[in-house]
């Protein structure tokens, strides 16, 4: 085994410092201090066989103390005599680990932090004792932070956008940029009445803590030209807001719903029927139109394992969904353009249909080769239209 030598001692002081443990300490947190390091020396026979190494190891462990203080065991040897060996190490003070392992300024500008934030949110200091290095991260931009917290008590959800936020010195994207941090400040510091704890993340923060968001937008185009809701004689390519969306009740009997904007754009003209272009996993845009549900709605969506997946998803809204063009006859039909997935789903779908449950299961048990696609871009155009027609 190898013996402790003083960088080993450095070592085990800076995982203490990685741990926030020292810094902790400063806003009253728990005191480490005096501290026993973990000390590793010769045996009795390695003390009689390697004896110059031994006084070696001594020398280099005695000339690196001043930050950390040696106790000393004396053992009599029968051969070497009475000699005095390392019994134990110890780090006294925070000042000595500080010292130890070249910290001390960092500490100096996390106790002016610390400082700062008992005379203007004393309510914020158990973060610092819990995300200390953290804090040290964000030191730049922390007196920001706490006017930023400061607005927000006395403007609990100010039904604005962030954008309007005006304040000295701080921008917009100083709150992007930290909203993470800022979520966790303002849950410390806000009134529960302030908080909208349903809403998390970072894609969350708005709506928690009431500022406005950019309107959800729902794109979809008329395909019978006998539906108009713009006067002009031009496709009917529109995009609403998710309010003005749900508000609609459009004479259709058909809705699809596509992934791909080319086929969203070269989708053809069908008699009382209209085309969503879609979101991937994201359905909320259009999950508040009820009008929907009285509408033959078709999905069309990738022949792979997630196609089936966001199909899966999309009947947890709107549980009448058909799925189209994703069946076995237009995988095998058009085998020249398969593709390969490159993260699979694997989990069951409790929401597919037998026969779609029968596909997915051959897709994601690679029945056909190694984790086989065929993306909707690939289906041929006039397959797309035979199939119109037979629909």
């Known amino acids: 085994m190898r013996w402790t030598t003083p960088t080993d001692l450095v070592a085990q002081v800076r995982k203490l410092w990685d741990r926030g443990l020292l810094l902790a300490s400063l806003v009253g947190g728990e005191s480490i ?18 004896f110059p190494e031994v006084r070696d190891w001594i020398a280099k462990l005695s000339a690196a103390a001043g930050r950390y203080r040696i106790e000393w065991r004396v053992i009599n040897h029968r051969v070497l005599g009475s000699n005095q060996l390392p019994a134990t190490i110890w780090v006294d003070t925070l000042e000595d680990a500080l010292g130890l392992i070249g910290k001390c300024k960092a500490a100096e500008q ?17 973060f610092l004792a819990k995300r200390p290095l953290r804090v040290l991260e964000l030191a730049e931009d922390w007196p920001r932070l706490l006017t930023i917290v400061a ?17 000295p010195d701080i921008h917009t994207k100083l709150i992007e940029g930290h909203r993470a941090v800022l979520a966790e400040l303002l849950d410390l510091v806000l009134p529960e009445d302030a908080i909208e704890k349903a809403h998390t993340g970072i894609g969350g923060f708005c709506r928690r803590y009431g500022f406005l968001e950019k309107p959800a937008l729902v794109r979809f185009r008329i395909l019978d030209a006998k539906v108009r809701l713009l006067p002009m004689e031009s496709d009917q390519d529109i995009t609403l807001t998710r309010a003005s969306f749900s508000s609609l009740d ?75 063009l994703m069946e076995r006859r237009t995988l095998l039909a058009h085998r020249q353009f398969w593709g390969v997935e490159t993260q699979p789903e694997t ?13 997915y299961d051959q897709l994601r048990r690679n029945h056909w080769g190694d984790r086989v696609r065929l993306e909707q871009e690939r289906i041929g155009f006039d397959y797309l239209l035979a199939e119109l027609h037979r629909l």
């Not at 139109?289 to 966001?310: C, E, P, Q, V």
């Not at 989990?347 to 596909?359: Q, V």
Request: proline fraction near 6%; charged fraction near 20%; glycine fraction near 8%.
């Open 110 to 126: 996390f106790a002016m932090i610390a400082d700062l934030t008992g005379k203007r949110q004393p309510e914020l200091s158990s």
């Open 33 to 50: 201090f005096p501290r026993r390091l973990t000390l590793k020396g010769p045996d009795s026979r390695e003390l009689s066989e390697r």
């Open 347 to 359: 989990r069951s779908l409790a929401r597919l249909s037998a026969d779609e449950n029968t596909l």
């Open 250 to 324: 459009l004479p259709v009997s058909k809705v699809f719903i596509t992934e791909n904007e080319i086929n969203f754009l070269a989708f053809p003209c069908i008699p009382g029927a209209m085309v969503i272009f879609g979101a991937g996993y994201g359905f909320d845009n259009f999950a508040a139109a009820a009008w929907l549900n009285r509408k033959n709605i078709f999905y069309w969506g990738d022949i792979d394992t997630h196609g089936f997946a966001i199909l899966n998803q999309l009947r947890g809204l709107l549980p009448h969904v058909r799925s189209f």
């Open 151 to 167: 607005w927000m008590r006395k403007h609990p959800r100010p039904g604005i956008y962030l954008r309007q936020l005006d304040l």
